[in-house]
């Protein structure tokens, strides 16, 4: 156990300032994988609403059209029922 403290890696040096105070620290550093897959799940989310709102549009436009169809056939049924 006593030679693990003796090992030749060391950590990295620290802005000991920053990380004490850090309203004081002025340079914030960004994860580059972490901002990427921010990104990544921002442009999912983006396409993934578009394709929702055209997903809605069609279902409008196809619950519409059944709607006229049957009012439609309603009339005709009923004109057809008046005529005999």
Known sequence: ???EGNS???FP???VDGELNPGNNK???VDPVSSQVAKAAE???KSSEKEDAT???KTTIIVSGVILAVAGAVFVITKKKREK
Do not use: I
């Open 1 to 3: 156990m006593a030679d």
């Open 43 to 45: 442009k999912k989310k």
């Open 27 to 29: 340079y914030v550093q």
């Open 55 to 57: 997903q809605t549009l």
């Open 13 to 15: 040096s620290v802005d």
């Open 8 to 10: 030749n890696s060391t």
